[in-house]
């Protein structure tokens, strides 16, 4: 079955604490985003990647680092300088292609909730 | 990329048409229109995407106004699986990895 895996989905952390959430695809897309949702908000961009080893930031990352070691994983890690970090964090995928629109598959998405 | 307007919140009876409009006046030439749904605690999922041309898929039609400045996403016979966040994007079309820049959307609830 093809698609974006995220875990895990209900993540707890105490203030002050680093913590890695998970993204894989098995899609054999070349492009992955993460976004946050707040809740009654839509999403926002945090950081995306067009190629291994190589991510752009988004609207939103201050706070926030990720790697891209492989093409089918995108981890994302919520540092102590994340001012308000408890949200529901969600991954997505795409092709790139010239001149066509490449539809964004979501994973099921964490929700990180900060103590 | 063009800013959208969609009505807050709407209900529809289970088994009737769903027609969620959306306002794009400041739409360009080059623009898709672009409709996401979002389930409760899940992630989105793509539902149909336009340019001029009316579109329908298994899931969706999509009615885009011949000025472009206003679109309707028409769910046939709404079931209550259809209650969600519905989203209208409107988005150049590109070869390089582009956000979607989602709004608050409409909530759609389907009433038994």
């Known amino acids: 079955d093809g698609g974006i895996t995220q875990s895990p989905k209900y993540l707890f952390r105490k203030e002050g604490q680093n913590v890695t959430l998970s993204c894989e695809q098995n899609l054999n897309h070349d492009a992955m985003y993460w976004y946050r949702q707040d809740p009654g908000q839509g999403l926002r961009l945090i950081y995306y990647?067009?190629?291994?080893?190589?991510?752009q930031k988004g609207d939103i990352a201050e706070g926030y680092s990720v790697s891209r070691e492989k093409k089918e994983s995108f981890p994302l890690t919520v540092t102590s300088a994340q001012k308000n970090p408890t949200a529901f964090y969600l991954c997505?995928?795409?092709?790139?292609?010239?001149?066509?629109?490449?539809?964004?598959?979501f994973g099921p998405g964490t929700r990180l909730t900060v103590l | 990329d063009a800013k959208t307007t969609q009505p807050t919140s709407m209900d529809c009876a289970e088994g009737r048409a769903a027609n969620l409009p959306c306002n794009h006046s400041t739409i360009s030439g080059n623009e898709y229109v672009y409709w996401y749904r979002q389930i409760h605690s899940q992630g989105p999922q793509y539902i149909i995407h336009?340019?001029?041309n009316n579109e329908t898929n298994e899931m969706a039609s999509l009615i885009i106004t011949e000025d472009r400045k206003s679109s309707t996403l028409i769910l046939p016979h709404a079931t209550l699986r259809d209650t969600a966040v519905y989203y209208c994007?409107?988005?150049?079309?590109?070869?390089?990895?582009?956000?979607?820049?989602f709004g608050s959307g409409t909530q759609l609830t389907v009433l038994p």
């Open positions: 336009g340019l001029k």
């Open positions: 990647s067009q190629i291994v080893n190589d991510f």
């Open positions: 997505a995928s795409s092709k790139i292609s010239t001149g066509s629109y490449n539809e964004q598959f």
């Open positions: 994007i409107v988005r150049a079309s590109s070869g390089s990895a582009r956000q979607l820049t």
